[in-house]
Nanobody, 115 residues
């Protein structure tokens, strides 16, 4: 079992920055990769970024060059640094991982980009 809790969402202006955090607890020694997804009402949840335990990262084309995913294994936390934010980045952002064939999700944190 793994528990994931996101934090750091809020209201920012276009062009601004925000850093999201995801704290993991439970059977954390079994975690191989951590991921960020986002979802807007009426749309499918979309993949944003991933990082594996050794540090290899992957990004969706829509955020590549603007967002950076990192992890602090000592704190069991993964981060998403979001720069040059656009209105279309407005969404609920979710932390995600898998343990075997089981998927675990956080409750989400809301990011609103508006003037």
């Amino acid at each position: 079992q793994v528990q994931l809790v996101e934090s750091g969402g809020g209201l920012v202006q276009p062009g601004g920055s925000l850093r999201l955090s995801c704290a993991a607890s439970g059977n954390i020694n079994r975690i191989y990769a951590m991921n960020w997804y986002r979802q807007t009402p009426g749309k499918q949840r979309e993949f944003i970024a991933s990082i594996i335990h050794v540090g290899t990262t992957n990004y969706a084309a829509s955020v590549k060059g603007r967002f950076t995913i990192t992890r602090d294994n000592a704190k069991n936390t993964v981060y998403l640094q979001m720069n040059s934010l656009k209105s279309e980045d407005t969404a609920v952002y979710y932390c995600h991982t898998t343990l075997g064939s089981i998927a675990y999700w956080g409750e989400g944190t809301l990011v609103t980009v508006t003037s």
